[in-house]
Structure formats: structure tokens, C-alpha cells
């Protein structure tokens, strides 16, 4: 069984590709992730407080993850790489969880959600940015 953060990741993830795609706020969202994935409510409370902090630094999390990505803009970039980089960005911005906890995770939802060529940009990626920030 996956621990509670890393399904938390994984539903912040649906919520902020599920608000980039359709506009609406992760507040709006919930209650309709809530009832697709069933109510675990420490997994969900993680999920929205996630989401809603990458919500919010939204902008900063886009210059960062441009910085790290030579010849990327992150607009270039699939919904789903995006938002994997903007969770794990956030985390390691705001030192919610050590470096590598926070790369390790990003990997795991690439290699769930992404493509085939997701975890090792990702990891990448991840691995500029924490080096940028002083956590590596």
C-alpha cells in the first residue's frame, strides 16, 4: 500500500492538471475528486493543501522550472510534466520534505503518469533545481 503522501501527490496531481484543463479552482475540484477516489480525507486534506500552495505560486514555480530547463519553456512542456515539476518545486522551495523525497516522488508520478521519456527529465530537471536552491 502507498503511503498517504505519495497518493496525496498523486491527487494533487489530478487536481492541478484537472484546473489547468478546465479553469476551474482546486477548491472547485475536490468534491468530485473526493467522490471519483473515494474519501480518504488525510490523503485528500494533503492533496488540496499541495495543490493549492502550487496554485498559488504558480508564477514563481514557472520562472524556476524554466531557469532549469535549457531550451524548455514551461508552456512547451505536457500538462502532466508540468505539474509533476510545479509539486516537486514546491516542495523543495519550501523544504516541505528532504531533497530526495521530493525528487523520488516526482519520479514515481512520471513514471505513473507520464510518458516514457517523463522520469528521466523529470529527475533532470528536479536535480537542477535543487541544486539551484542549495538542497543537493
Do not use: C, K
Not at 482546486?26 to 492533496?47: H, I, K, M, N, S
Not at 512547451?76 to 520534505?97: G, M, Q, W, Y
Amino acid at each position: 500500500m502507498l503511503r498517504t503522501e505519495t497518493r496525496g501527490r498523486a491527487r494533487a496531481l489530478q487536481l492541478l492538471y484537472g484546473s489547468e484543463t478546465t479553469g476551474r479552482s482546486v477548491a472547485e475540484l475536490v468534491p468530485g475528486l473526493a467522490r471519483l477516489t473515494g474519501p480518504e480525507p488525510l490523503v485528500l486534506d494533503f492533496a488540496e493543501r499541495l495543490a493549492a500552495g502550487v496554485s498559488e505560486d504558480r508564477e514563481a514555480l514557472d520562472r524556476r522550472i524554466g531557469e532549469a530547463t535549457e531550451h524548455w519553456r514551461p508552456s512547451r512542456l505536457s500538462v502532466i510534466d508540468r505539474n509533476i515539476l510545479r509539486l516537486a518545486a514546491f516542495e523543495l522551495a519550501h523544504e516541505l520534505v528532504p531533497a530526495r523525497v521530493a525528487i523520488d516522488e516526482a519520479i514515481w508520478l512520471a513514471q505513473r503518469f507520464g510518458t516514457r521519456e517523463s522520469p528521466r527529465f523529470v529527475n533532470g530537471v528536479l536535480d537542477r533545481i535543487a541544486r539551484d536552491l542549495g538542497r543537493l
